[in-house]
């Protein structure tokens, strides 16, 4: 298997920096896509367990856009072959410190979207 084929790889930052930028601004359509529209899909957050598309597009669409904004850190993308990725980042927001982890799949019909989602705080 072929791991960081460059331009694989340099989709998935693309991707990534996308994801990254619908995040901070609450690009809420962009969000809500770039999440796979399946009940498998999943994100877990600080405070919630979110399962399938459905539950992350409600709380995408019902979050506060307030103080969203944050500094990223250690920022490794891994692709493995041409239609598996992983997103991994730490991130400061508020004074507290986060980490982020993604599982991204190159679907036939739909491009990259991401599977799974952790995001959490450091103690």
Known sequence: MDVDLPEILAEMQAMF???ERALT???????QALFRRD???LRYGPTENLLGWDAIAAFRAGRSPAGLERSLENTVVTTYGRDFATANTEFLRGGRRGRQ?????????EGWRIVAAHVSFMA
């Open 17 to 19: 920096a996308e994801y």
């Open 25 to 31: 601004t609450n690009d809420v359509a962009v969000l």
């Open 39 to 41: 009940a498998r899909t």
């Open 101 to 109: 982890s993604q599982s991204w799949v190159r679907f036939p019909d």
